[in-house]
């Protein structure tokens, strides 16, 4: 008898789902969780809610089944919706995380919510489905119940929806109230919600000594995003007074529980040194870091790291900026356009570096949109568009860039790419110039001296040749000292203006050592010194100015300082001549046509040099040329050539020419007789 009343209590506490709840936790304990699994399974079908929250968390841990947040979610709904608070927190989690799908699920079934069913074998296993998708309404519903419930997790999570409008209209007054109600329960989440209000963080005006309250608080109890947020605070001194040590050890601390961020910020402290030595090795540790946990400033300052070290081939950074670059990240695409411009790390290829560029929009540096228009201008790498580079100037220039704005005047001086106007490239050569462009302001005074008869344009063509040598500028410098010299659109003042020319000739200036030269050899008053005048000439010959050699080949010919000295005239003349000089080559000409006995060899040089003048537009060097054609002197006889160039020459004023083409009309006139008399 007893034995029987015995079993029937047994079989009672079987049915008793608190008694089956403790037997399963029992069974856990033991290692038996697949039995455990099968035990919790008849309370929570019999509706027991306490049953209902453990039976999902099975799934949603894997304890005794294969893990599925679809069918957790099915549980926890079953026991949310009798009110248990557990579960209502649990859902309110899961609905704003979007959880994983179980793993090694990779079709497409792992979209599918547990309001979509699988169809086929796998429904077998995963009858509510496999993945849930994130949702923010459905995880206010339910935040909401377990927070009016008194949940502090639930209130916390709450008021970060409430703060950034996740599933809800901002409510900044309303999330406040929630983290308090949280944070009064002592959690850090909520804690966190008021530092991070308090910061300005939800687009809230800032108090950051109550946030440095709030974030120390939390960041106490460990909240990594805490320690991150205090740290950042105290490295700053924001809402509480400034110490980089402590800040430090808050961000080692958030960076060891794997905060990116803080590892971030490490490196850009160990970088600039702020608050402790600078270590560029620590900065790449960190940086490493936190590159590698996705991190994309984080991928972008390792490069940019990288490419501080002179030796570094650019491989790594252009990697490290291509894969962040391609993920849309307008920083890293504004580096990677930089590194097909010079070519580091990548090939130089302007085509990329446009391409990129324009993914970048507005982060691009303007020196990178400068010299990739010097591609498309010099047509490297890339076809020549003097149109491309004229707008990737005009994007430049809109950024203040000095070096866009005088080459924009250039192209409007030219007329490449852009009109040829000369009003609108000085518009652009001023604004440089107004930034502390040298070459600007010079460039401007040549467009304003060039307008002659205008005493003003004149005066301002000074004032700006003054502005760039002051600025070091050697050849305002000679422009400026000639002005003074001429009297042009300044008082002539001939001794301050050779001061000029002597302090830039002294720089080295070949164009100031020419002009001065020639200045000294004019004379005042009549009385040139080309000893003097030598001094500094032929420095400037040397170094290739060909105006400057030939005057050096007049002075050995002519014999202005000592001696003639032939030999050494035909040398200069020689050597202007090669760069294209008319009188050199004209002389030259002259001297070889004096020779006595002249070989074929010779006549062959004659009539090159005569037709390089001639090309020229050296009326003189046109006649000769067409005497050569006329004579067949160096060159096969052309009588139309020789009349061609008689008449080019003749045009010019030559009167040898003009004489040449009468003797030629008489002759074949005279011609034209002898026939129609022997007709």
């Given amino acids: 008898m007893l034995g029987k009343l015995g079993q029937a209590f047994a079989a009672l506490a079987s049915r008793d789902p608190v008694a089956r709840l403790a037997a399963v936790e029992r069974t856990l304990a033991e290692g038996w969780s697949a039995q455990a699994f099968d035990e919790s399974r008849t309370p929570a079908a019999r509706g027991h809610a306490a049953a209902q929250y453990r039976l999902g968390q099975m799934y949603e841990h894997a304890e005794g089944v294969v893990q599925s947040i679809a069918d957790a979610v099915h549980w926890y709904r079953l026991g949310a919706a009798q009110g248990d608070l557990a579960s209502q927190v649990r859902l309110g989690l899961i609905y704003f995380i979007e959880p994983p799908a179980p793993a090694g699920i990779t079709t497409q079934d792992g979209e599918r919510s547990v309001e979509a069913p699988l169809g ?12 849930i998708r994130q949702d923010y309404a459905e995880a206010l519903i339910w935040n909401r119940l377990a927070a009016e419930q008194g949940s502090a997790e639930a209130q916390a999570r709450l008021g970060h929806q409430l703060a950034l409008g996740l599933g809800t209209p901002c409510d900044p007054v309303e999330a406040e109230r929630w983290f308090s109600m949280a944070a009064a329960q002592n959690h850090a989440e909520g804690q966190l919600g008021l530092g991070l209000l308090y910061a300005g963080s939800y687009d809230t005006p800032p108090d950051l000594a109550r946030a440095a309250h709030w974030l120390a608080l939390a960041a106490g109890a460990g909240n990594r995003i805490a320690e991150y947020g205090f740290g950042k605070l105290l490295l700053h001194g924001e809402g509480i ?17 794997d905060y990116a961020p803080a590892m971030y910020l490490l ?56 894969e962040r670059a391609e993920a849309g990240n307008k920083r890293a695409a504004a580096a990677l356009a930089e590194l097909y411009v010079f070519g580091r790390g990548v090939p130089r290829d302007a085509g990329e570096a446009e391409r990129w560029q324009a993914l970048s929009h507005a982060e691009s540096r303007p020196e990178t949109l400068t010299m990739l228009a010097s591609l498309y201008a010099e047509g490297i790498s890339v076809d020549q568009n003097f149109e491309a580079a004229a707008g990737l100037l005009l994007e430049a220039a809109d950024q203040g860039n000095v070096d866009a704005l005088y080459n924009l005047g250039s192209l409007h001086v030219q007329g490449k790419g852009v009109p040829l106007d000369v009003e609108v490239a000085k518009r652009f050569y001023r604004e440089a110039a107004r930034l502390g462009s040298a070459e600007a302001a010079f460039q401007l005074g040549l467009l304003l001296a060039a307008e002659t008869g205008d005493m003003q344009k004149h005066e301002a063509a000074a004032a700006c040749f003054a502005r760039a040598a002051k600025a070091g500028h050697q050849r305002a410098l000679v422009n400026l000292g000639l ?105 030259l000409a002259t001297a070889i046509e004096s020779i006595e006995e002249k070989t074929a060899e010779i006549q062959v040089e004659a009539f090159g040099l005569w037709l390089a003048a001639a ?25 139309e050539a020789a009349i061609l160039w008689f008449e080019r020459a003749a045009e010019l004023g030559n009167e040898a020419a003009r004489a040449a083409l009468s003797v030629h009309a008489s002759v074949v006139a005279a011609s034209i007789a002898d026939q129609t008399q022997a007709t």
């Fill in 120 to 131: 086929g074998a796998l429904a077998q296993f995963f009858p509510h489905g496999i993945a």
């Fill in 241 to 257: 007074g400034r110490d980089a040590a402590a800040a430090i050890r808050l961000l080692q601390r958030s960076a060891a529980q």
């Fill in 483 to 587: 002005l003074l010299v001429e009297g042009a659109g300044v008082p002539r003042n001939r001794a301050r203006g050779l001061a000029f020319l002597e302090k830039a000739a002294r720089a080295g200036e070949p164009t100031a050592q020419s002009a001065l030269g020639y200045q000294l050899a004019a004379g005042a008053e009549g009385q040139p010194d080309h000893l003097a005048a030598r001094e500094w000439i032929e420095p400037a010959a040397a170094a290739g100015d060909a105006d400057a050699q030939a005057w050096m080949g007049d002075c050995c010919r002519l014999g202005l300082v000592g001696s003639p000295n032939f030999a050494d005239a035909e040398l200069w003349y020689r050597r202007a001549a090669a760069q294209g000089h008319v009188g050199a080559i004209v002389l």
């Fill in 267 to 322: 490196a850009m402290i160990h970088w600039r040194g702020e608050g402790t030595a600078s270590d560029s090795g620590m900065a790449e540790t960190w940086l490493r870091r936190a590159a590698v946990r996705g991190h994309a400033e984080a991928s972008c300052a390792l490069a940019e790291l990288l490419l501080e070290r002179p030796d570094d081939d650019g491989v790594e950074a252009a990697a490290l900026l291509r």
């Fill in 615 to 639: 090309s020229a537009g050296d009326a003189s060097a046109q006649y000769h040329v067409g005497r050569c054609y006329r004579d067949g002197s160096g060159c096969d006889a052309d009588s």
